[in-house]
């Protein structure tokens, strides 16, 4: 606290310093490198104030110190050809300049909107892409204590389509499970559920056992599966699995298409009106 304090006072001194002597009074030194109150402008962003605006002004003076020391040591140890250093600073700042102009590009020209014709297009033409790498189930479980009342009510009821048993069963549930899943149509990926109930006891070959109840205690807890749908590894996913990996997909490609587009029409243009050349 007491450092943060001190830094705060010599910003403060040096800003103070800087405005009546005309002269830029340093923040810091490493080396022959000075860092002046100017080059703190910009980082703490505006809103900051306090403790939290020094500590932020700090973590940023102390990482120019370690940088400036070691480039200092960096320079005077390794030969540099900065020719070539300078070449990569130039492609490496072209490079950004070009990405931030197609991301603007990208961002007002990009047709968003994916209809649910293009995605089941998608998904028909290309069955390659969504063969499943796991088993996916579609589940309801719900666990309780062992010696929880009424289980053999419990067990109708989780397995009727009865409104009358389905309401009974969420409000037994509501009591005394403390964790449950009832009438879920969602799919979900093993490595998933297996957080959640021992799908390990009841066994990927067993999972084609559906519409029955699994009854398994572990740790000292009852659990009741019931397994509604499965579908195997090496399999086909589901549409409704990979909807919206597949609208990913054709945006990405749409936003591939539209740089590719740019680019040639730039160059082409540029070609045309002798703006770009090569020279024998």
């Known amino acids: 606290m007491v450092r943060v304090f001190i830094l705060a006072i010599v910003i403060l001194t040096s800003l103070f310093a800087a405005c009546h002597s005309g002269k830029p009074h340093p923040v810091a030194r490493s080396y022959d490198a000075f860092l002046y109150p100017e ?3 910009g980082v703490v962003p505006i809103g900051i104030t306090g ?3 020094t500590q932020l002004a700090q973590a940023y003076i102390e990482q120019w110190l370690r940088q400036q020391a070691l480039l200092y040591h960096a320079q005077r140890n390794i030969n540099i050809n900065t020719e070539r250093l300078d070449r990569q600073v130039e492609e490496y700042k072209n490079g950004l300049i070009v990405y931030e102009y197609e991301q603007a ?3 007002q020209k990009l047709d968003t909107v994916v209809t649910d ?3 089941g297009e998608y998904y028909g033409t290309r069955k390659e892409l969504f063969l499943l790498k796991q088993p996916i189930l579609k589940v309801s479980y719900i666990k309780l204590r062992p010696d929880a009342p009424e289980l053999d009510r419990v067990q109708r009821w989780f ?5 009358k048993d389905q309401d009974l069963l969420e409000k037994y549930c509501s009591m005394y499970s403390p964790q449950y899943v009832l009438y879920d149509t969602s799919w979900h990926y093993v490595n998933e559920l297996v957080n959640k109930i021992p799908l390990s006891r009841i066994g990927e070959d067993n999972y084609g056992q559906t519409g029955r109840i699994f009854e398994i205690i572990e740790n000292n807890e009852l659990y009741l599966i019931i397994l509604h749908d499965s579908k195997f590894r090496d399999t086909r996913s589901p549409l409704s699995l990979v909807h919206d ?8 490609k749409r936003k591939i298409d539209l740089i ?3 680019q040639k029409s730039i160059v082409d243009d540029a070609r045309k009106k002798n703006n770009i050349e090569i020279y024998n």
């Open 39 to 41: 080059d703190l402008q």
């Open 51 to 53: 403790d939290d605006s």
């Open 105 to 107: 590009l990208v961002s």
């Open 117 to 119: 014709e293009e995605i």
């Open 159 to 163: 397995l009727s389509t009865d409104f």
């Open 245 to 252: 990996n597949i609208r990913n997909l054709i945006l990405n």
């Open 260 to 262: 590719a587009q740019m």
